[in-house]
């Protein structure tokens, strides 16, 4: 099975899925409501109030399992957590420049600096420094420079000290080949690069992709925090789902256990009683059965799914990463706050650090790029629950349960990143690279005396 053919099977597994599951819940609502308690429990051992408490349990379990399943159904479709394509035909010559003018337009103040992605900016207040950095090419003439009007003061800013560039993924080389999410990478000061200094770019997207992004093929979009592709909830589970779709495979496996232990219980009580008066033979109830050995089925199901995505919300790592998690090495580009002058910088900077810290520049903000130790997650949290908080959107595990609350996409880091660093690592490798701020430092010697 090709690619193309595989991605529309999971695309028709994904619309279907939702109608098959609602048809398993009414089956096997209607065997226990209607089948046990009523015919059963109620009419015929005349078991009433034990027959409502079990209706009333299920009924408690069902509704959380169904909401939560309509909420990550709901998210997946309206609100997947796609990141915004760059320019359509980025990097060809032709028409590009209005479409780019259109979708990066700088405002004439540089502290009013909005892009496509201006809700996810925070500009530090005080900070009058321009996000949104275009970089103008060399070859770029006058007539461009005017036309492009308010850019031109940002112009010419945008320098490397690096050597000529080595993308991993083929970049395109228009007249303006860098569009305006570039600017969401500036505004925070740790971001996830490749060796040049330059986040990751997509080249289907035609982005840069934020920290922790990755591209789903089923969709052809970059996605915030992207988990993995699930056609049981029908789209891609990432940030803005992965809560519901946890709650989902934790409420899924206390539902399964629930049928099959009250499934069990009355299938070993009944015996070959029930039929005398029905006519029916006194073999059990194939429909008892039936729900039986789907719940058994789905319990182990969802205990593995649970069982995995718990793990992987302690460890911070999405299914994705996961797979690489035990060798990867992520290169950071960690802002030097009191960068050494400009001029210095490109004649001299170079020797006076070890060879893995370069610098790069992004207008005035210079950026180190730094290297974490093969395995080393950075994103995770020395405690439990704050490596829950950052999976679930934040709040705490009382809100965990519910439907509401969870973070828009890109927020939890503020502005230090796109997601909380781990403070240790961050330190570390700042004071590798010779950047450790003042306060920083005694945070980081009183770390030493606590740990060492
Ligand atoms: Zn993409």
Not at 147 to 169: D, F, I, K, M, Q
Not at 385 to 391: Q, S, T, W
């Amino acid at each position: 099975m090709g690619a193309r053919s595989a991605r529309l099977a999971n695309l028709w597994t994904a619309r279907l899925m939702p109608f098959v599951l609602l048809g398993a819940f009414g089956f096997a609502s209607w065997v226990l409501i209607h089948r046990v308690c009523t015919m059963y429990l109620i009419r015929k051992t005349k078991e009433t109030s034990l027959a409502i408490a079990l209706i009333t349990i299920y009924a408690i379990i069902l509704l959380l399992l169904v909401s939560s399943y309509i909420r990550v159904a709901v998210t997946v479709t309206f609100n997947p957590g796609y990141i915004p394509r760059g320019p359509a035909g980025f990097g060809d010559d032709a028409n590009n420049t209005d479409t780019l003018n259109e979708s990066e337009k700088p405002a004439t103040s540089s502290s009013t600096s909005r892009t496509f992605s201006q809700d996810l900016q925070h500009p530090q207040p005080g900070e009058t420094t321009a996000v949104n950095l275009p970089r103008l090419p060399s070859t770029t003439s006058l007539t461009d420079v005017l036309r492009s009007g308010p850019r031109a003061e940002h112009a010419p800013y945008l320098h490397h000290s690096n050597p000529p560039r080595t993308p991993n993924v083929p970049r395109p080389s228009g007249p303006d080949p860098f569009p305006s999410n570039l600017s969401l990478f500036t505004s925070k000061s740790i971001f996830v690069c490749e060796s040049d200094g330059y986040p990751r770019w997509c080249s289907q997207c035609n982005i840069w992709k934020p920290d922790r992004a990755h591209h789903c093929s089923e969709m052809n979009r970059c996605i915030w925090r992207m988990d993995h592709f699930c056609p049981w909830v029908g789209g891609v589970v990432g940030e803005t789902s992965l809560r519901y779709f946890y709650q989902v495979v934790v409420y899924a496996l206390i539902y399964c256990l629930y049928l099959l232990i009250v499934c069990g219980i009355v299938l070993s009580r009944r015996g070959t009683e029930y039929d005398s008066e029905t006519g029916a033979t006194s073999s059990p109830d194939s429909t008892w059965i039936s729900v039986l050995v789907l719940s058994a089925f789905f319990a182990l199901f969802s205990f593995g799914m649970t069982y995995s995505t718990t793990q992987l919300i302690y460890r911070n790592l999405s299914t994705i990463d996961a797979i690489s998690a035990g060798s990867k090495v992520y290169q950071l580009a960690i802002r030097d706050p009191n960068p050494p002058a400009r001029n210095i910088v490109q004649e001299s900077m170079q020797t006076q650090l070890p060879e893995t810290h370069r610098r790069v520049w992004f207008g005035d903000r210079c950026y180190v790029i730094c290297k974490t130790m093969p395995g080393e997650n950075p994103w995770r949290q020395p405690t439990i629950i704050e490596n829950f908080r950052d999976a679930m959107g934040g709040g705490n595990w009382w809100n965990w349960v519910g439907l509401w609350g969870v973070a828009p996409p890109g927020t939890l880091g503020g502005l230090e990143g796109f997601y909380v660093w781990n403070q240790q690592v961050v330190r570390r490798l700042k004071r590798d690279a010779g950047i450790l701020g003042k306060e920083e430092m005694r945070g980081a010697e009183f770390e030493v005396r606590r740990h060492g």
